[in-house]
């Protein structure tokens, strides 16, 4: 069937290398952001977040780090696994409490073994 | 966890007909989100709820409604489908009041309008 990987820009790492996945987004007023992960055939997972009062956050293995002067998000992620292949998108919240998010077109990470 | 399950993932429909897309969720979210989601274009709002029969369009409503009859549920409905209405369609849920919440997604609807 067809991919959403299709059309994506690619990141194309080796196994046990350091990934950074980057994403600028669009609006200065955004005050929530969010990183997900898609894998083929399922919908976006829920990575990790981070709140416009913070410029860094760190999860297992992944860290985000935030830039509001420019605009930049991005995601690291450690010792990148063959399972870490996957479209990564970051969402951004301009809708306060309806939450409503404006998502990137996301980047294919591809893992080679 | 939350769980967001939307009830087919292949579906094939004819134009014309009327397609009821289901969605359900376990975690007693207020808020529900639907959206397409087609290569190049990324993830595409179509309408939200953020209550029980609530509902505001997002940026892509023509051509579809929705129906919230209660919480756990939110249904996409393709009045007519459409050649061009064939793509990935995706709920998502999220808690509020607090804002700043992640939405959930299900794996999707991979929906094909002959």
């Known amino acids: 069937g067809e991919s959403v990987g299709l059309h994506l820009p690619t990141l194309s790492v080796q196994e046990g290398d350091n990934s950074i996945i980057n994403c600028a987004y669009s609006?200065?007023?955004?005050?929530?952001f969010i990183w997900y992960k898609q894998e083929s055939g399922k919908g976006p997972q829920f990575i990790i977040d981070i709140r416009s009062n913070m410029d860094k956050r760190q999860g297992q293995r992944v860290t985000v780090l935030l830039n509001k002067t420019v605009k930049h998000l991005s995601l690291q992620i450690a010792a990148t696994q063959p399972g870490d292949s996957a479209v990564y998108f970051c969402?951004?919240?301009?809708?306060?409490?309806?939450?409503?998010?404006?998502f990137g077109t996301g980047t294919l990470l591809a893992v080679q073994p | 966890d939350v769980k967001v399950t939307q009830s087919s993932r292949y579906l094939v429909k004819r134009t014309g007909e009327k397609v009821f897309l289901e969605c359900v969720q376990d975690?007693?979210?207020?808020?529900m989100f639907w959206y397409r989601q087609d290569p190049g274009l990324g993830l595409r709002l179509i309408y939200f709820s953020y209550d029980v029969k609530m509902k505001e369009k997002g940026d892509i409503p023509e051509g579809y409604s929705v129906s919230r009859e209660k919480k756990e549920r939110f249904s996409l409905i393709l009045e007519s489908a459409s050649t061009n209405q064939t793509s990935m369609y995706l709920c998502?849920?999220?808690?509020?009041?607090?804002?700043?919440?992640?939405?959930?997604f299900g794996d999707g609807t991979r929906l094909s309008i002959l």
């Open positions: 969402a951004e919240n301009y809708g306060g409490a309806t939450n409503k998010l404006i």
């Open positions: 998502a849920s999220s808690f509020t009041p607090v804002a700043n919440q992640p939405q959930h």
């Open positions: 609006n200065s007023a955004s005050d929530y």
């Open positions: 975690m007693d979210h207020e808020n």
